[in-house]
């Protein structure tokens, strides 16, 4: 059996049984290096007219797009896939015209390459300055979100990458759709089209392919559950923007005002229980008043919020089970919560370090000492004061959007924006100096 599918544009066929995946992602990739040379010097007034047509096409093609997202949910909804899965693959008309603002506010951003970080004449008269440019061809391997196809090519056009899409099968057709928008886009101020590419096949042996291919592709960010990231992280020939579990956690300290706190730990918990920056944790300081700590887990419980909890905090309502040893390092993406009782900032730090994912973290209190602790001892990408890691977003931290939440240490850590998607290069001015 064979099948028809686009390359910038192109439609070629190859087989149904992918024996040729490979070959067709190594084409993609090619086109995309090229597109990356001629991407940097497109005009800026090129690159903002483009996403604003992007927005627009977002806005006028709604109901197609929530057309074609139902059948995506209906097939996932067959497989009796997670509820959290099917919350982050579901489209409305609210989320689409929040896409489309994020677009907008992306287009609006300054860009971030070509700007001069650093400068410096030494001595002898050279003038050297570090100045910011594209990182080149970024590998984006996604799974349900099919949001995540629109924030990447508008992060990545923006700040001058071009840039390969590998989305889930559970959200393809949706994406192959909202790519076509992109395609348009692109085309509407001559930009290649291969500078956004989309891998239009579910074929497995298309990860593998992008991640054997450093010659094209310079960095990898993938964008997904456990078993993907440890599988991008193992297999990848390139550098990775590691996006880990969100196993987050909100402390509250014994200063903590009682509205403050269940307020926050309300919204860090249930405003969306399917997103990465959804506490997954609670941590609990033993010297917190009783009616406080009750009226925080009654609050959650009241929501519909499973709680599971050591001893000392089942004591404090009949309704929270007993939590496992495994609970404490466990991403729920449901309305499932775990939560322990610590003494003091310092063994809240210690828990969360060990338990953490290294995403977001948020402590609530009054005290100064304990907050600056907190903050500084934290070992993760967010770390946060007095409000709820669902905040824990590209769009919330004023980026437009971000392709993730990056948990290493190395270039990009926490939400991956524009800024992110740029490396720097040293350029050296002289006048005829040569070395002694």
């Known amino acids: 059996m064979t099948g028809s599918r686009m390359v910038t544009g192109k439609s070629i066929t190859t087989p149904d049984n992918d024996t040729n995946t490979i070959a067709l992602v190594a ?157 348009e886009s692109l085309k509407s101020q001559g930009i290649p089209e291969a500078t956004i590419g989309f891998v239009d096949t579910t074929d497995r042996e298309a990860v593998g392919a992008m991640l054997s291919l450093p010659q094209y592709i310079d960095v990898i960010i993938p964008r997904g559950g456990k078993s993907l990231t440890g599988r991008v992280m193992e297999e990848a020939k390139m550098p990775v923007f590691a996006h880990l579990e969100g196993i987050c956690h909100v402390y509250v300290h014994e200063s903590s005002k009682t509205d403050l706190a269940c307020t926050v730990t309300l919204n860090a918990k249930m405003r969306r229980t399917g997103i990465c920056g959804a506490m997954e944790t609670l941590l609990l300081d033993t010297k917190l008043a009783p009616d406080t700590a009750r009226a925080v887990l009654s609050g959650l419980l009241d929501a519909g919020c499973e709680i599971v909890g050591d001893k000392m905090i089942q004591g404090l309502d009949p309704r929270i089970g007993q939590a496992a040893s495994d609970d404490w390092g466990t991403e729920y993406l449901d309305a499932k919560l775990s939560v322990a009782a610590v003494n003091g900032v310092e063994e809240a730090v210690k828990h969360i370090n060990a338990y953490g994912s290294h995403h977001t973290d948020s402590i609530l209190c009054e005290d100064e000492v304990a907050r600056d602790y907190f903050l500084s001892h934290v070992e993760s990408a967010i770390v946060m004061h007095n409000t709820s890691t669902q905040f824990a977003d590209g769009g919330e931290f004023g980026m437009g959007a971000e392709i993730g939440i990056a948990t290493g240490k190395m270039h990009a850590r926490g939400p991956v924006g524009l800024e992110q998607l740029c490396t720097y290069k040293y350029i050296v001015r002289g006048k005829g100096q040569v070395r002694p």
């Open 27 to 183: 084409l993609q990739a090619r086109e995309a290096k090229a597109a990356s040379a001629v991407i940097p010097h497109i005009s800026e007034d090129k690159i903002v007219s483009a996403l604003n047509h992007l927005a627009a096409s977002l806005r006028d093609r709604q109901s197609d797009i929530l057309g074609i997202n139902q059948k995506d949910v209906s097939a996932a909804k067959g497989k009796n896939l997670s509820p959290a899965l099917i919350d982050r693959l579901t489209l409305n008309p609210e989320r689409i015209e929040a896409i489309a603002q994020s677009v907008e506010m992306i287009a609006a951003l300054e860009c971030p390459a070509g700007k001069v970080l650093h400068s410096t004449t030494r001595p002898n008269e050279l003038i050297i300055e570090r100045v910011s440019c594209p990182i080149g061809v970024l590998g984006i391997i996604y799974e349900s979100r099919p949001n995540v196809t629109v924030d990447a090519a508008a992060l990545a056009l923006k700040s001058r990458n071009a840039a390969i899409l590998r989305g889930g099968s559970e959200s393809f057709e949706t994406a192959r759709l909202l790519h076509t928008l992109i395609t």
